[in-house]
């Protein structure tokens, strides 16, 4: 991937001073996978022409930002993706050798990285792990076998304790996924079986006799990380695949719909969601809004564009405060903050 973005890993106090690049300038950081934080340091993918695209690690100095394994020696690279920490250790797929993609493990040192299981022996086919997510004491992934097609697995973070979870379409054609998300004590699946029936919205407790379809209605695709669907306690916020309007579920059937404001509209075209100060604060339509869940709570709090603008919002929590931008025409577009309760 060397050669996509000119992408460098720095540490700031905020001030110009204090604002130090880490990565030298031939490493190429993905800004595609997140950094992950873990005992002090945070992890992250990034490519040179010697190794390739390899996951390294920081302290947050020059000296102390390093490459943590070479996993697939050369400049082809192991291509870490879906870096998630989970009890203390770092968890991501890589493709290494023969073995193609499989679930790592790491603690954090070259010899504590290691495969955690090879779901698909088969030469040449890797199990593509994917939308790994902490729910219940354990990790959830899809992975890919040639008895079951891709379905849900799960793992307490050992070789033994990584088994299929749920064969939700017995058979090889497996689950078609999109979404895997923990809210409380439900785990919401956007997708279906491969064939394409019955997709939509699914919750699941991790087993397949208690998984089972809430809707038709899809999330939609995250085309931003701000845009990803939010969980609010037992409840899940999303973005309908196609209309865009706001939904919500609690897991049940007659809980999942549209999410009406107090005044009985529909919010359509969702921006950016964020937890903030227990409530689930977004942009819209030029709006910034809020909800705890509920019709009666959920209100637009200001009008964020000019009458005649059309544009992006993105929210940002930062400590005790809501920072966005909105218009008035007494200062133009500026930087505003809403405070927690």
Request: proline share 6%.
């Amino acid at each position: 991937r060397l050669g996509e973005l000119n992408a460098a890993l720095w540490r700031s106090d905020g001030t110009p001073g204090g604002t130090v690049r880490l990565t030298p300038p031939e490493l190429q950081v993905n800004v595609r996978e997140p950094l992950r934080a873990l005992g002090g340091r945070v992890f992250f993918a990034a490519a040179e022409a010697a190794h390739g695209e390899e996951l390294w690690t920081s302290d947050g100095t020059p000296e102390g930002t390093r490459l943590l394994a070479d996993l697939e020696p050369g400049p082809a690279g192991s291509l870490p993706q879906s870096l998630t920490t989970f009890q203390g250790r770092l968890y991501f797929s890589a493709d290494v050798g023969e073995g193609g993609r499989e679930l790592w493990r790491s603690d954090g040192t070259p010899a504590g990285t290691l495969l955690l299981k090879d779901v698909d022996p088969r030469p040449s086919h890797g199990s593509l792990p994917q939308l790994l997510t902490e729910h219940a004491g354990r990790l959830f992934f899809f992975a890919t076998d040639e008895d079951h097609g891709q379905e849900l697995w799960s793992t307490d973070g050992t070789a033994a304790g990584t088994t299929l979870a749920a064969d939700l379409v017995p058979g090889p054609g497996g689950f078609s996924i999109t979404h895997l998300v923990s809210a409380g004590s439900h785990l919401f699946l956007s997708g279906g079986p491969s064939d394409l029936s019955q997709q939509g919205l699914w919750v699941s407790d991790g087993t397949a006799a208690g998984t089972r379809l809430l809707t038709d209605v899809l999330i939609q695709p995250d085309v931003r990380p701000i845009q990803a669907p939010r969980a609010l306690g037992d409840r899940l916020f999303f973005a309908s695949i196609g209309d865009q309007v706001l939904w919500t579920s609690d897991g049940t059937e007659a809980g999942t719909e549209p999410l009406m404001t107090a005044n009985g509209m529909q919010i359509c075209e969702p921006e950016s969601y964020q937890l903030f100060a227990g409530r689930l604060i977004l942009s819209a339509e030029g709006s910034l809004y809020e909800s705890n869940g509920t019709q009666a709570g959920t209100a637009k709090v200001l009008d964020l564009s000019a009458p005649s603008e059309a544009s992006f919002f993105e929210v940002v929590p930062t400590g005790s405060r809501l920072v966005f931008r909105k218009w008035d025409r007494f200062t133009g577009s500026e930087l505003w903050t809403l405070e927690g309760e």
